[in-house]
């Protein structure tokens, strides 16, 4: 390996101190210094990070922002999700190659570029996107790929129409995108004591908005009761959900009222340090979230002695992640954020009791922070009295899909699901996907439904289906995310996602029966029941709650037939005589 690497190699571990924990952003520098991670490169971080090779390779080979091979000088990766698809993505593809002329997964023969995909960069509202050389580019046409390729080569990527991000904030409501002075929610909070601080967000009903919806105040309490001299608030700025860009929108335009809350939680956890671990795909959005922590450390609102109260010290800093939808979990993005493979952990003990480093660790959504902030600003009573009874305040939803208005909404909790699609002009709708692929997907007669912790939960993504579309296609590629997104840690989601799929493919070519839907049913509730974590716990819902509302779909393609095999034996002749250039003897006898 050449020299100049390995000094480049040292000077970066130097930069992180040498320190395992900071091992992703390690990563992260030494990527974009020499594009790709060789074994020569692995042996040369795992000797200036003082760590053995297979940690190193173990961290690498867990996330999609870190390849092994060598790239070209240029990269584009494609935004791959169903709502991508919906809106023209697959002719982007096709574009792209044949501009190219190499298939998505290559490089160009002259190491130029590089052709890729992406799980949803959070540009639902502006799909068909890429990532461009790191600059998030959407409202892209076929026609575009020519200009982007040139706009690369040129490094004028940020100069394309595309690559100016439109926020797309279609209602602001009075919890997230009202106007606050900065420091306004740390008056209040420093007027009481920490306890009083949880007590007050006790009070006021906040529950996360990740979509579980577990008692923010209460969160906090369990995590101040675990006796320790350091603790940590983690903000999981990882959303990843297929549709979900609500975080983008209040990274671009709230950032203060999330630090705010990061710090109000500082306060109340008597933490010193926050974390906000900030999904690789969002990495464009770093410079200016420094920016912002570096004016709030000028106007003591973060440092030493916020406020001028003494004792009170508290500092943010930024982890990146590398392309993991997984790291959403808590437990993953922890293992994450300490420089680790992003495998969920074994549960408990929850991050309360042991979570950054084994300290007592606070992990809350971006909006919960913020609404935190809020709630601290104008007091419980004022927040409680907003949404319905099991769920206070507002929520952020981000549409996209079929409907005139796609972008974020903040509404009231309780809003029908049948208002919201008036608000944001959809018509002639068939299906709505509420909360992404790990939610469900409901049909015309649930409309009136509200969206509320007690009837449609959603951490914020709603995707609208008008009449025109193949719905079940859609829950196919669906399982097909879920499949590439699987850890691989336990056996139920590892294999149980890739049988789902298959047999699902099974019903969708028109060869299943009724007993194959008994058994697709039979087997997500195994996976839901026996894996470890979220995303297994949840990656069956596409079929089952398709099946629940859309019984007619499935009813129309099976067969009446008691058994069909999976295994088709005449393709797989036909596979065979293609792949050998010749008629299998068996066909030749019988012509
Ligand atoms: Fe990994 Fe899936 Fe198991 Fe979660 S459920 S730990 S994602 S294999």
Redesign the pocket.
């Known amino acids: 390996m050449a020299g100049d690497h390995v000094k480049t190699i040292r000077s970066i571990a130097e930069k992180y101190k040498k320190d395992p924990a900071r091992l992703m952003d390690v990563l992260l520098d030494i990527k974009k210094e020499l594009g790709y991670f060789s074994e020569d490169t692995i042996g040369a971080i795992a000797e200036a990070m003082n760590m053995p090779r297979v940690k190193v390779r173990d961290t690498l080979s867990f996330y999609a922002f870190f390849p092994r091979e060598k790239t070209g000088e240029h990269e584009v990766l494609i935004s791959k999700s169903v709502v991508e698809w919906m809106k023209g993505g697959e002719e982007l593809v096709k574009a792209f190659e044949k501009e190219l002329g190499v298939s998505c997964g290559e490089t160009t023969k002259d190491d130029k570029v590089s052709l890729g995909f992406a799980e949803c960069i959070g540009m639902s509202d502006q799909a068909p996107s890429a990532i461009v050389d790191g600059v998030p580019v959407g409202n892209l046409t076929p026609g575009d790929a020519k200009k982007v390729i040139e706009a690369a080569k040129k490094g004028n990527v940020s100069d394309l129409p595309g690559a100016k991000v439109a926020a797309n904030l279609k209602k602001e409501g009075p919890v997230i995108f009202a106007p606050m002075d900065n420091g306004a929610a740390l008056d209040a909070a420093i007027k009481m004591s920490p306890d009083d601080v949880i007590a007050e967000v006790e009070k006021s009903g906040l529950r996360g908005r990740g979509g579980a919806g577990f008692p923010t105040g209460r969160k906090w309490k369990f995590c101040r009761m675990n006796k320790s001299d350091v603790r940590y608030v983690v903000c999981n700025a990882d959303e990843g959900e297929p549709g979900t860009f609500k975080d983008r929108v209040i990274l671009s335009e709230k950032p203060d009222l999330l630090f705010e809350g990061m710090t109000v939680a500082g306060y109340a956890l008597d933490a010193k340090e926050g974390i906000l671990y900030l999904r690789g795909e969002y990495a464009y959005m770093k410079p200016a979230l420094d920016k912002v922590l570096e004016e709030r450390r000028k106007n003591n609102l973060l440092g030493a002695g916020i406020k001028g109260k003494k004792g009170f010290d508290f500092d943010i800093r930024i982890q990146l992640g590398a392309g993991a939808y997984?790291c959403g979990?808590e437990s993953a993005l922890l293992e994450s954020a300490e420089g680790k493979r992003g495998?969920?952990r074994e549960r408990p003990p929850f991050p309360v009791e042991k979570g950054y480093m084994d300290k007592p660790t606070s992990v809350n959504n971006v909006e919960t922070l913020c609404a935190a902030a809020r709630v601290m600003e104008k007091g419980a009573d004022w927040f409680s009295a907003i949404g319905t009874k099991d769920s206070a305040g507002t929520k952020l939803i981000s549409v996209s899909g079929d409907c005139k208005e796609p972008g974020v909404y903040e509404i009231d909790y309780g809003t029908t699901v049948a208002d919201f699609l008036k608000l944001c002009g959809a018509e002639k709708t068939k299906a709505v996907q509420i909360g992404g692929p790990s939610g469900r997907l409901i049909a015309p007669k649930d409309f009136k439904g509200t969206i509320s912790f007690e009837q449609f939960p959603t951490g914020g993504s709603l995707i609208v289906f008008d009449e025109s579309r193949d719905i079940l296609e859609y829950m196919r590629q669906f399982m097909d995310f879920f499949t590439e997104e699987?850890?691989?840690?336990?056996a139920p989601?590892?294999t149980g996602t890739s049988l789902l799929l298959v047999e699902f493919e099974k019903v969708l070519d028109g060869r299943g029966t009724q007993a194959d839907l008994d058994n697709l049913k039979k087997l997500g509730e195994l996976v839901k029941t026996m894996?470890?974590?979220g995303?297994?716990?949840t990656a069956a819902n596409p079929i089952l709650t398709s099946m629940e509302s859309f019984p007619e779909l499935y009813k129309a393609i099976i067969k009446p037939d008691e058994y069909i095999g999976r295994f088709e034996f005449d393709k797989a002749v036909k596979a065979g005589e293609e792949m050998a250039g010749r008629k299998s003897e068996l066909e030749e006898a019988h012509s």
Do not use: D, H, T
Request: net charge positive.
């Open positions: 997984v979990e495998a969920p699987s850890c691989g840690w336990c989601c590892r894996s470890r974590c995303l297994g716990q």
